[in-house]
Every structure is written in C-alpha cells, then in structure tokens.
C-alpha cells in the first residue's frame, strides 16, 4: 500500500516535472520565435533603410551628374552664343566695310561719268563752232566716249557688288522672278541707297524715267500700299 502511494507520488512528481520542463521549453520556444521574428523584422528595417539609403546617394550623384552636365551645357552654349555674336559682329563689320568701299568706287565712278559728260557737252559745244566736214569725227568721239563710259560704269560696278553680295541677284531672282534685267540692275544700286540722281549718272536715264521704273518694282515686290520703303526691304534681302 506504502509502495502504491509512493510510486505514484513519484508519478506525480515526475509528471509536474515534465510539465514544467515542457512548459520551459514551451516558453523558450515562443521566446526564441518572437526573437527570430523580431531579428528577421530588424533586418527588414536595415534593408529598407540601406535601401533607401542607396537610392538617396545615387539621387545625389545622379543629381549631382546632371547639375554639372546641364552647367557644362549651359557653358558651352553660352560660349557658342558668345563666339556666334562674336562671328556675327566681325561678318557685320567686315560687310559694312566692304560696303563703304563699295560705295566709295560708286562714287568714284559717278565722277568719272560726270567728267565724261563734262567732256561731252565740251566738245558739243565745240562741234558748233567747226566746219561741217569736222563735225562727223567729233560726233563719232562724242558717241563712243559715252557709249564706252556706260558700259565700262556698269561692267566694272556689277563685279564690284557680286564681290560684296556674291548671293544678291539669286535671292532677288527666286523671289521675284518676274523682274526684269534693267529692275535687278536698278534694285542693286537700291540696296546701297543710292538716290534717283546718282543712279541717272551712272545708267544716263533721267530721274523721272528712274522713279517711274522704282514704282513699277515695288508692284512687283508686291509692296504697293504697303508702309514699307523699298531700299529698306531690298537691302535686308
């Protein structure tokens, strides 16, 4: 009977016993899963901070890349801009000298006219005064003295402004093709701003006959009625 109560206070003893080492265990199970969950939730938050981390550095340095290209960019584009202005002044300036040279030869050529019309009327006065069978030959230098004047005028003005406006002619031709070879003539000496009288010297038609011929291009310039000056337009052609 002893033996029965002590076996099975033993039982007992025994069964409280791996109760509680089963709850030990139980319990540091739990622990050590909460502990593994809470790691694993850690090293989550490591990753997402490395991660955000990376790509606030790479933000930076590609921002960092960009400021400096669109910088580099910007230099370069205002340089470009610089050595554009630069070209386009120095191109002004040599085509602004080209056109006083050209217009100092015009110049030249109009007294060289003048004083070949001035020998002309010189010698119509003289031919008066000779014998009939004198006049012919003075006629005759008359003639070509003026006939040769023109030409030379014209020939020598045209390869004169083709060196200065290599492209002028083509311009005004493809815009307005209905120009005549007398109003092409007549728009080159426009451009340079030259007046009726001073174009008359050079072309020996009357400045009546030149403002006439300047109304008709401006017709064909489509600029009749318009507010627009007509050497202003030629000259930016």
């Not at 001035?118 to 003075?138: F, G, T």
């Not at 060196?163 to 002619?169: A, K, R």
């Not at 030149?210 to 007509?230: A, C, F, P, Q, Y």
């Amino acid at each position: 009977m002893a033996y029965q109560k002590f076996h099975a206070y033993n039982d007992s003893i025994i069964n409280e016993a791996s109760v509680r080492e089963v709850t030990s265990l139980q319990m540091q199970y739990e622990f050590d899963k909460l502990e593994k969950e809470r790691q694993v939730k850690q090293q989550r938050k490591e990753m997402i901070y490395l991660f955000l981390m990376a790509i606030l550095v790479l933000g930076m340095i590609i921002t960092g890349l960009l400021y400096g290209f669109i910088k580099s960019r910007a230099k370069a584009i205002s340089l470009e801009k610089q050595t554009l202005e630069k070209d386009l002044v120095l191109k002004n300036q040599d085509l602004e000298i080209k056109n006083k040279e050209l217009t100092t030869n015009v110049m030249y050529l109009l007294k060289k006219n003048e004083l070949i019309t001035s020998v002309s009327s010189r010698l119509l006065q003289l031919k008066s005064q000779l014998k009939q069978e004198n006049k012919e030959p003075i006629q005759k230098i008359i003639f070509d003295l003026q006939a040769g004047a023109d030409q030379d005028v014209w020939e020598e003005f045209e390869l004169r402004f083709q060196q200065v406006h290599n492209d002028y002619y083509k311009k005004l031709q493809e815009r307005f093709p209905n120009l005549s070879p007398s109003e092409v003539k007549l728009c080159a000496f426009l451009k340079l701003n030259m007046t009726s009288k001073e174009i008359s010297s050079i072309i020996h038609q009357s400045v009546k006959s030149i403002e006439v011929s300047r109304s008709r291009i401006r017709k064909k310039l489509d600029l009749t009625g318009k507010d627009v000056n007509l050497v202003t337009f030629l000259s930016e052609l």
